[in-house]
């Protein structure tokens, strides 16, 4: 079979905190829609069987931890891509923001991929502000403080030139499209958006967002949250943040883009640590942008609380969570008085 002939490969690699959820929340939503064009979103276990929920992050978590080299992973994906190309599809898109997390997946999937034409996109995000939001959905839940995580983090993650380096050494730059997580630099002001012009799709016939996809946590809350670290059985456990979410509604959900957790001089300081690699992406990658990869840390990105309001907003959370679980309480036994 011709290159012509076979799907072509998107591959959404990340990075993390940098809208993928609303992007895969999309693809899941526009699946059968998208599947008439020709365009297949595989399921979460890398077939056209299991749940389709926009991505394979697993997938590719469980096949790494299997060895990259054993046989499982490449005679998965070699599988899906040849029943792809039975069912006639035009492409097939591929994200888990864990791609860019495992270098020796790209070998690996320009190896499996080498007939077909390929495009990775990768997306990326200031570090101060991805290290604060991975901070609230992942580490506060293993780290006794943020100065600790910092500490131990800062310069070792988010390093995105290195991390897409191994891409484009194994596809070529001209497959690799990265594009900056910054609101005002996405088509659209918008992440799907900016994926469907990325990747060259129509919004023609899809349905958008009917709401925010993974959306940032009050800060209050990730406070208490980081107190009772007891409650998570792990760092990708949320039962405690989704029971929350239901009591509280919009409340338990960050309001503006602000932060508490992080004074300007911090932000600078993180941002210098990322100085060289940001400069290194920008050049090779980005050589039309405009000035830094980043504009730098601005007075509005901190909102400046005294310990006092802070404990204050805490009690104020908790106050209306245990309302709120009254009230519910309450329409039950209603219900259960009126049924008996």
């Known amino acids: 079979m011709s290159r012509a002939n076979r799907a072509e490969v998107t591959l959404h690699i990340g990075g993390a905190k940098c809208g993928s959820s609303a992007i895969q929340a999309f693809l899941k939503q526009n699946a059968a829609a998208l599947a008439e064009r020709g365009v297949l979103v595989p399921g979460k276990a890398l077939d056209f069987v299991s749940e389709v929920t926009g991505e394979q992050i697993w997938a590719f978590e469980d096949g790494v931890a299997g ?50 034409l390929v495009r990775i996109v990768f997306y990326v995000r200031r570090q101060d502000d991805f290290l604060l939001s991975s901070w609230q959905q992942w580490y506060l839940k293993l780290y006794d403080t943020l100065e600790a995580f910092l500490a131990d983090r800062v310069g070792r993650v988010a390093c995105w030139y290195n991390m897409i380096l191994p891409w484009a050494e194994a596809f070529g730059d001209d497959r690799i499209t990265v594009r900056p997580f910054v609101r005002d630099r996405l088509a659209g002001h918008d992440i799907v958006t900016d994926f469907l012009d990325v990747t060259g799709l129509s919004a023609e016939g ?48 960050k309001q503006g883009s602000a932060s508490s957790l992080l004074d300007l001089d911090t932000r600078h300081r993180i941002l210098s640590r990322y100085a060289e690699d940001n400069e290194a992406l920008r050049a090779r990658f980005l050589p039309d942008a405009p000035g830094p990869l980043f504009a730098p840390p601005r007075v509005p990105d901190v909102r400046v609380e005294s310990e006092a309001k802070q404990r204050s907003d805490e009690i104020a959370m908790l106050t209306r969570a245990v309302f709120h679980m009254a009230e519910k309480i309450e329409r039950l036994e209603a219900a259960r008085r009126s049924g008996s």
Request: hydrophobic share 45%; with cysteine.
């Open 67 to 116: 060895g990259i080299e054993t046989p499982g992973l490449p005679s998965r994906i070699e599988a899906l891509l040849s029943d792809a190309d039975k069912r006639g599809a035009a492409r097939v898109i591929l994200s888990a923001e864990n791609m860019c997390n495992h270098p020796g997946l790209a070998p690996l999937l320009a190896r499996v991929t080498q007939e077909r």
């Open 206 to 253: 899809l349905k958008p967002l009917a709401r925010a996809a993974n959306p940032s946590f009050d800060e209050a809350l990730a406070r208490l949250a980081h107190r009772a670290r007891d409650l998570f059985g792990g760092q990708h456990d949320n039962r405690f943040y989704e029971v929350m979410v239901r009591l509280l509604g919009s409340r338990a959900l």
